[in-house]
């Protein structure tokens, strides 16, 4: 079966950092495109970044509201993917996924969130 | 950046009966190499995270009810429940990975008359 199970939210004040794990199971980690996607309260989905596997090349790219504040990496010996997210705003406040595309979708899979509040 | 475009912003169908929702891409997303148009359809219901039904537009993810279709091409796509159930009541989005950044739609919320 498999599992993405997201950890590391919480609150965090402006300004503040947090990093977000995202452990994956039940598939090939090192040939999947892992991505993370945020969802503000009440609103619509939003792609934050992307890494493709090494096998691909490993790129990332990153949305422009968090490019130069937040950084995804890959660990493929711990099947894990993380978002270190620095210098965060009011309007960083969202549901964090992260999504494993295994060769169909970018978003073949979905880890069940993990909430990022950031407020004073 | 493509702009995706969903249309209606929410639907109201009665059970039984058909709901078309259709997605607008601002430049084509399909490969030319391959015809395949990279466009995925999602389903999110309240308090879960999103799920595929739908990729390469038009292919149905395995498991996912033979009553979702996807069709279309280039900038112009429509994913059609053809006999609305209770359980499909959620919110729809499409989505491009053509080109980075990746984007989604603003989504449907589909509802019961």
């Known amino acids: 079966e498999v599992q993405l199970v997201e950890s590391g939210g919480g609150l965090v004040k402006p300004g503040g950092s947090l990093r977000l794990s995202c452990v994956a199971s039940?598939?090939?980690?090192?040939?999947?495109?892992m991505s993370w996607v945020r969802q503000g309260p009440g609103k619509g989905l939003e792609w934050v970044g992307r890494?493709?596997?090494?096998?691909?090349?490993?790129?990332?790219d990153y949305a422009a509201p968090v490019k130069g504040r937040f950084t995804i990496s890959r660990d493929d010996s711990r099947d894990t993917v993380y978002l270190q997210m620095n210098s965060l705003k009011n309007e960083d406040t969202a549901v964090y996924y992260c999504?494993?595309?295994?060769?169909?979708?970018?978003?073949?899979?979905w880890g069940q969130g993990t909430l990022v509040t950031v407020s004073s | 950046d493509i702009v995706m475009t969903q249309s209606p912003d929410s639907l109201a169908v009665s059970l039984g009966e058909r709901a078309t929702i259709n997605c607008k891409s601002s430049?084509?997303?399909?490969?030319?190499?391959?015809?395949?148009?990279?466009l995925a359809w999602y389903q999110q219901k309240p308090g879960q995270p999103p799920k595929l039904l739908i990729y390469?537009?038009?292919t149905r993810e395995s498991g996912v009810p033979d009553r979702f279709s996807g069709s279309g091409s280039g900038t112009d796509f429509t994913l059609t429940i053809s006999s609305l159930q209770a359980e499909d009541v959620a919110v729809y989005y499409c989505?491009?990975?053509?080109?980075?950044?990746?984007?989604f739609g603003q989504g449907t919320r589909l509802e019961i008359k």
């Open positions: 999504g494993a595309g295994t060769g169909t979708s970018d978003f073949d899979h």
């Open positions: 039940g598939f090939s980690f090192s040939n999947a495109w």
């Open positions: 890494v493709i596997a090494k096998a691909h090349g490993g790129a990332i």
């Open positions: 430049q084509s997303v399909l490969y030319t190499s391959d015809n395949k148009n990279n």
């Open positions: 390469w537009a038009s």
């Open positions: 989505q491009q990975a053509y080109s980075t950044p990746v984007t």
